[in-house]
């Protein structure tokens, strides 16, 4: 593994020109203004890139991806996913950048780089029509997606401490 990787990525995908398709984004924002996180854990804006992102995914013992899904659900509703459960999720598109997110699993599975753990924390959108900004029902479901990731990093050892409120102030 390169040795510049932390064993941990937390990665957000979304476009934030389409409301709630950018909740991804929004949790890493979110994750990173309201917590510490330890060396060891890595951040990142994966925007809607794909292939682009295989370098960042390549090796890492645990993936944690956050994304806006379709699973039927009702707009709002906050879904852990992992391992083998994550790939087949993706067979139902909201964006383009999902296709890429599936095709750069599948090349880490060709090259032997897939990451030991893969978690993904989706959120169901209630609109992904041109706008900035979530809608107050994928808002109110931050909380929930950020105590995932939290439980996610917990599971690969990593404690997470919240800022205080003056920090955050």
């Known amino acids: 593994m390169d040795v510049t990787k932390a064993p941990v990525l ?7 020109l389409l409301s709630d398709e950018a909740v991804g984004v929004r949790a890493v924002e979110a994750l990173q203004q309201r917590y510490h996180l330890p060396d060891g854990v890595d951040l990142l804006d994966g925007g809607t890139c794909g292939m682009e992102l295989i370098d960042d995914m390549a090796s890492r013992q645990h993936l944690i991806v956050a994304d806006a899904v379709l699973t039927g659900a ?12 994550v790939p087949a999720l993706f067979s139902r598109k909201i964006s383009p950048h999902q296709l890429g997110l599936a095709d750069v699993l599948s090349a880490l599975h060709l090259t032997g780089e897939f990451p030991d753990k893969l978690t993904l924390v989706g959120v169901v959108p209630e609109s992904v029509e041109p706008a900035i900004g979530l809608t107050d029902t994928v808002a109110a479901s931050l909380d929930e997606v950020l105590r995932r990731l939290c439980d ?15 920090a955050l102030a």
């Open 74 to 85: 009702e707009p709002g509703t906050v879904v852990t996913l992992r391992d083998g459960e």
């Open 10 to 16: 937390v990665l957000g995908i979304g476009n934030l």
């Open 152 to 166: 996610a990093l917990a599971q690969s050892g990593i404690a997470v401490s919240a800022k205080s409120r003056e």
